[in-house]
C-alpha cells in the first residue's frame, strides 16, 4: 500500500500535500481539467467520504 501523499508541484500551494489544500482550488483545478486533476478528484472524494461517514456515525449514536 502506498501511503505518500501526493504534493501540489505548483502555483500558490507548491509544496502542500493534496490534503491541505483549499476546496476552491481544488474545484479550479478540476474545473479547467488540469493536468494533476486526478489528484484534486481523488481529494474532494476522500473528504465527501469522510463527511458522510461521520453524518452516518451520528444518525447511528
Known amino acids: 500500500m502506498n ?5 501540489c508541484d505548483f502555483g500558490l500551494h ?3 500535500p493534496y ?14 481539467n488540469h493536468d494533476k ?3 484534486a478528484k481523488k481529494e474532494l ?3 465527501e467520504d469522510a463527511v458522510l ?3 452516518n ?3 447511528n449514536s
Open 45 to 47: 472524494l476522500r473528504r
Open 57 to 59: 456515525n451520528t444518525k
Open 19 to 32: 490534503t491541505k489544500l483549499p476546496a476552491s482550488f481544488l474545484n479550479w483545478m478540476v474545473e479547467i
Open 3 to 7: 501511503n505518500e501523499m501526493p504534493i
Open 37 to 39: 486533476s486526478q489528484f
Open 14 to 16: 507548491a509544496g502542500e
Open 53 to 55: 461517514s461521520a453524518c
